[in-house]
């Protein structure tokens, strides 16, 4: 177990391009992955990029289990994707509500593609190639942005939809 902190909104290194993994397997890569999926549990996340905990290289991590307390969220399986690409397949985006554990305190609402093709790898080199939709399609959009060193508020659209969570939410808290 290695928990690391999350880097905040305001941090430079987040808004960095990250740098292609070249070797897969290596013990730097395989203890970056466990760090990584330490911390995403930890701050009971959806999704994880590597640039929030300060190292710029392309490896996301994604995953949602279905939860009795949220039972409209769909079930995400649990994927380590490295060196993603995405495709749109429609032009059609849905808007619904996003948070992020570099931005926290907080929801938007985030347009986002309804439907991609994804492409990456595992940490072993393992092709990794889906069509994906809904929620699934929305936290590979959100996590493969922050390798682009883009986060989701730079996604809004109407601002009035953004704003801090116990406040637009006070039943769930
Ligand atoms: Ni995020």
Redesign the pocket.
Known sequence: MAIQSVLRMGEESLLQVSERVEKFNTPELNNLIQDMHDTMKHEE?A???AP?IGIGLQVVIFGVEQNARYPDVESVPYTILINPTIKPLTKEKEEDW??????PGMRGMVPRFSKIHYHGYDQYGNTISRDVVGFHSRVVQ??C??LQGI??PMRITNFRTFGFTDVLFPAKN
């Not at 996003?98 to 931005?103: K, Q, R, Y």
């Open positions: 996340g999704g994880l990029a929030q996003e948070g992020c554990l570099s931005v959100h996590e942005d922050h986060l989701y």
